[in-house]
């Protein structure tokens, strides 16, 4: 078998990043290592072979982790991170990630002996494997699954529904959050928001400058608008990837990461506006982002749609580059996302159902990602958390 | 004749080709098929994918039939168009107008926009 | 006839490898660029498609995923036949531009198969994204095509080059190339319109293959986006005319180039969701391409 241990020591890593309530800090440490080791993640299960796991998931977000696993085909590897992970220790998971892929006796040893999965409990493909068996042996629910059920739809006809969960696994996605929706072909019918927590008792990594102010210890001006920056950048990132353009959404992640790494006030300033002139310039995106998210209740201003989000976001990172260097002491509690005690992501996760009502899935992620709440704002109370 | 021997070579070729990267995988993957469920984010399925999608650009395949149709008779008019003259032209345009103007009557019943 | 098959191949696979590698390097993050980061990666990604285990979803209709997939294939390989490569094509059939438009039109059903054949959500409604993106974008693509076959007075490839000696119909009707770009970023789900493989979808169509089903689907769609950039060069870019070179390395620079600008596109331009674009093409690009097709249709009058 020298081929196949040769392909597995050559072949490319493609992680699926799992982000648990407080491990935004980890997640950004391994986000920024892969991008130095040049490695693409993966969007589904079926694309991945390494799950990277940032912080320690409640029992909500474990189970999800653990059905996500299942679904990994082999060669695999499993790196789990605790939230207070230093730069070391996540090159070095890495690291020993990739010394699991390449083994090939292990990974065999491990296929062989992989247990069969939890589920689905009914192998009723096992004849001939060639498709259309199956269905019939089992009117209603075939493979233990039922059919799609009908119910009314917004147009006042009758048609399938599927319940489909979005998150909390799930790529550019806000990490503990699960929208459970009701789809009818790609349109959401009725969406519920819960949160899967982890575990209590942190601080918001993006707010942690303006908590830290608050409880009277020394911070410096520019520190804080450093982490807003990189807070509105890595949101940024989020957008620009659910929107379909993945080389502006590296590049703002890029940014995040240099200003995150302590680089310059200059250099970040100058390549943040040339980033910013890019976004803003771009007819196709204004377009496309142009009226989604815009509720339709009273009070809603047609101003608050996706794209203004985006535009107020690059506006404020612009801001907060420029302050870099203020070493006043930092006063107020204006955080990234609005004042940090009043946990202005509550408020944003209240309107979602509200907004995802109606919305194609295509604008639903881009409504969810132009909000981008941050769950670690409330995991303190365990209101929502299941 | 000898075109299409050909093409049936080329498409024997990608398919032993298709044939050899599945045979290749069978050797150096690990065994066995492994059963998984679709990928919900990390949840189950409560029922199957495969269901009556709900196609909200019905319309739009309607007004797309029509004018698909027109297509067909369009590639044989083309070789003839030069021939035939001004008449051809004519005529094809006259048709072709008709049918923007349903196209026009289908966007101003909004068949598409939707959301 | 064997060595024109056989070169006609290993053109293809040579182009494949190079679009997937420049698409790669383009991808690659910053940091890693600097290293030389991204073009080795479709090789890495080969070797690990190939060593993963076979997977399989719930119930999936396998038949139609496989089906799907080599169609996948075997639609840009076919639709390649009728393009002349300097000398003359693989098929030099008098209806070489019908028969291309019904090769790469078979790359819906591709789609639409291995969509539905998971018995998964994200790949259906990617599936379902791809269908409502050929209603939107194939109209004015017939019209481009029919355009250069009213121009040249025929359907056959080599009629056509022959007939853009002097001045290529990129210049002689520019709308039409214009639209044609457009429609084959569409039909090739690349880029700006790759929607139904959108991050938004978790990769969407493709999302549950995994192994060599994956790896096959990645070459297909390489090699769709190859052979819609190489059929440019006979309709629009004169083929192999030009300066020095022999007629099939002017093929290929040209068809590099516009495979180039194809790759470069999919970095330089955001995605395009159908619920907007549809109004535009109908509205927009179908009056003009069927302007074009009047302008060209009365300067062909005798």
Not at chain 2, 16 to 32: D, E, F, I, N, T
């Amino acid at each position: 078998m020298g081929l196949s241990g040769w392909l597995m020591r050559w072949a490319s890593v493609r992680p699926l990043v799992v982000t648990g309530v407080y491990g935004t800090r980890t997640r950004l440490l391994v986000e920024a290592e892969m991008a130095r080791r040049g490695w693409a993640v993966a969007l589904s299960p079926g694309e991945a072979n390494l799950v990277v796991v940032c912080g320690v998931p409640g029992e909500g977000l474990a189970q999800a982790i653990r059905v996500v696993w299942e679904e990994v085909a082999g060669p695999r590897a499993l790196v789990e991170l605790l939230s207070d992970a230093t730069p070391d220790v996540v090159v070095a998971a890495l690291d020993g990630a990739v010394v699991a892929l390449a083994d090939e006796p292990g990974q065999r040893r491990a296929a062989a002996e992989r247990e069969p999965p939890s589920w689905p409990m009914d192998h009723g493909m096992d004849h001939g494997g060639m498709g259309h068996g199956g269905h019939e042996h089992h009117m209603g629910s075939p493979g233990g699954v039922a059919m799609a059920d009908r119910g009314p739809d917004r147009d006042g006809l009758k048609l399938d529904r599927l319940h489909v969960p979005l998150g909390p696994v799930l790529a550019d996605w806000p990490s503990g959050l699960v929208v459970e929706t009701v789809l009818q072909g790609d349109v959401i019918q009725q969406a519920t928001v819960h949160v899967v927590g982890g575990v209590a008792g942190g601080v918001s990594f993006w707010d942690e400058p303006w908590v830290a102010a608050l409880e009277g210890r020394p911070v410096t001006r520019g520190e804080a608008e450093r982490r807003r920056a990189a807070s509105h950048l890595d949101s940024i990132g989020r957008l620009l990837a659910v929107a379909g353009w993945p080389s502006a959404a590296m590049e703002a992640r890029w940014l995040r990461d240099r200003t995150l790494a302590g680089e310059s006030r200059a250099d970040l300033s100058r390549d943040h506006a040339r980033f910013a002139r890019r976004v803003r310039r771009s007819k196709i995106l204004a377009w496309m982002l142009r009226g989604v998210g815009t509720s339709a209740g009273p009070g809603a201003s047609p101003e608050e749609d996706v794209l203004s989000r985006l535009r107020r976001w690059l506006d404020r990172t612009g801001d907060a580059m420029s302050a870099l260097d203020d070493t006043t002491p930092l006063v107020g509690d204006d955080g990234p996302r609005g004042p940090v005690g009043e946990r202005p992501s509550a408020a944003a996760l209240a309107v979602l159902p509200r907004l995802l009502d109606g919305a194609e899935l295509a604008a639903a992620r881009l409504i969810v990602a132009g909000l981008d709440p941050d769950l670690d704002q409330l995991a303190q109370e365990p209101l929502h958390a299941v | 004749m000898q075109a299409f021997l050909a093409v049936l070579g080329l498409v024997a070729l990608v398919v032993v080709g298709a044939a050899g990267v599945y045979a290749v995988s069978l050797v150096v993957a690990p065994r066995g098929t492994l059963r998984v469920g679709p990928y919900l984010s990390g949840g189950r399925p409560r029922e199957h994918a495969l269901s009556r999608f709900h196609v909200r650009w019905y319309a739009v395949t309607l007004v797309f039939l029509a004018f698909d149709m027109e297509m067909i008779f369009m590639y044989p008019w083309a070789l003839v168009v030069a021939e035939v003259g001004g008449v051809a032209l004519v005529e094809m345009f006259a048709f072709l107008g008709l049918l923007m103007v349903g196209v026009v009557y289908a966007w101003r019943e909004g068949a598409f926009r939707w959301v | 006839m064997p060595s024109e098959v056989l070169g006609l191949a290993a053109a293809l696979a040579a182009l494949v490898w190079g679009a997937a590698a420049l698409d790669a390097r383009l991808g690659a993050s910053p940091q890693s660029r600097l290293v030389g980061g991204g073009v080795a990666r479709p090789w890495r990604e080969a070797a690990r498609l190939l060593v993963q285990q076979r997977r399989r979803t719930l119930l999936p209709d396998v038949l139609l995923t496989r089906i799907g997939v080599l169609t996948l294939l075997l639609a840009p390989v076919l639709a390649a036949t009728v393009l002349p490569l300097g000398g003359a094509p693989v098929a030099d059939l008098d209806v070489g531009v019908v028969w291309f438009n019904a090769m790469e039109v078979c790359v819906w059903a591709a789609l639409w198969l291995i969509g539905w054949g998971a018995n998964s959500v994200y790949p259906l409604i990617g599936a379902y994204r791809y269908v409502a993106q050929g209603l939107a974008y194939e109209l004015p693509h017939m019209f481009a095509l029919i355009t250069v076959a009213v121009g040249a007075g025929s359907l056959r490839m080599t009629d056509i080059v022959q007939a853009q000696h002097g001045l290529w119909y990129a210049v002689r009707m520019p709308v039409a190339f214009l639209v044609y770009l457009v429609s084959a970023l569409a039909m090739a789900f690349w880029g700006p319109m790759g929607q139904p493989l959108g991050r938004d979808l978790a990769g969407g169509v493709p999302a549950e293959l995994s192994g060599a089903d994956r790896l096959l689907f990645l070459a297909g769609r390489y090699a769709v986006l190859v052979v819609v950039a190489a059929a440019a060069v006979p309709l629009f870019l004169g083929g192999g005319a030009g300066p020095l070179l022999p007629a099939w390395a002017w093929t290929l620079v040209k068809t590099v180039a516009v495979l180039v600008l194809l790759v470069v596109a999919r970095h330089r331009l955001p995605a395009v969701r159908m619920d907007r674009f549809m109004g535009f093409s109908w509205l927009v690009l179908i009056p003009l391409t069927l302007a074009q097709l009047l302008v060209v249709g009365i300067v062909v009058l005798p």
